[in-house]
């Protein structure tokens, strides 16, 4: 057979498989849906990535698989194969064709980075504070949320805080992704387009329960955001002047699940990440050191203050984060962990 029918062939092959490997990916739905601004330009940079990626496997595969089966030793060959010594020609086009596509692949990168962080003075703010194990928004109207609730095509500028190790604030709907660095501050700007629920989900893993490191992300109507503002504003101005007041265990309840006590304490009895509330105050309580303890208000104050002063026995030392609380917080919980018998 003449030379160039191979490279025919081998042509025509290479488009076929690079065509069927792209529509397989496409096919494949590798992302979940588009839900901020800056995911369009994201999407676009990948798809491109991945017509490249089915080309040039096409392109690699296709010679490949072609000439093991093509070129192969016939029964009674004998002879020794062709010997080539370089080829000054085709290293000058395989070094220069990939340096241009890389470089062209940089220019759009460059250009779609500015995309993505493109700042819109209007945005809003909201403060990201990431611990282990769980989330925290502090809105700048004064009170803080376990969910992130957004208003749908208003840019947010979020700053990011970590009180502990290294996080990682991703939400695959919105595809941008920005790590959580104790002592610094970063920010991390997103416009949603599409009113739902998500979820952000630490994407740097930080310890032993990273995997729940979980938090609801909705974005909703601006009428409806408004909404929501108001009643927390109104809920939080409440709890700060009825806080001037006694302990309420009610409030209490209401910070075991907002806090995150939650994810470690159980109240039932059995035993999570952390020990049981059922029964605590006035039980003896073993410590790691061998000390018992009576589980009064002073060693439940010292524990959620500084939880590596005593540690239970049975239980990891560093389990427990420190988690800022108010003094009134810490006493309505305490009031709370009271009627848990
Ligand atoms: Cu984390």
New binding site residues.
Partial sequence: MQNSRHFVIVGILVILVAVLVNMGLDAAQLFPVKASIQAVPIDWMFDLQIKAISFFFALIMVPMVYSLVVFRRKPGETGEGAHFEGHTGLEITWTTIPLILVIGLGYLGAGNLAEVRAVDPQAMDVTVV?F??GWRFDYPQGFSSNKLYLPVNKQVNLTLQSLD????FWVPEFRVKQDLVPGETNYLRITPILIGEYKVR?A????AS?AY?ESPVIVVSQADYDAWLSEQVAAAQAAEAAAAGKPDSKRGAKLYEEKGCKACHSLDGAAGVGPTWKGLFGSNVELADGATVTADEAFLVESIKEPGATVVKGYPANAMPALGLKDTEIADLIEFIKTLK
Avoid at 165 to 168: G, L, T, Y
Avoid at 204 to 207: A, D, N, R, S, Y
């Fill in positions: 990431g282990q194990w190790v290294i996080h990682s630490c740097e893993i930080c310890g990273h490191m």
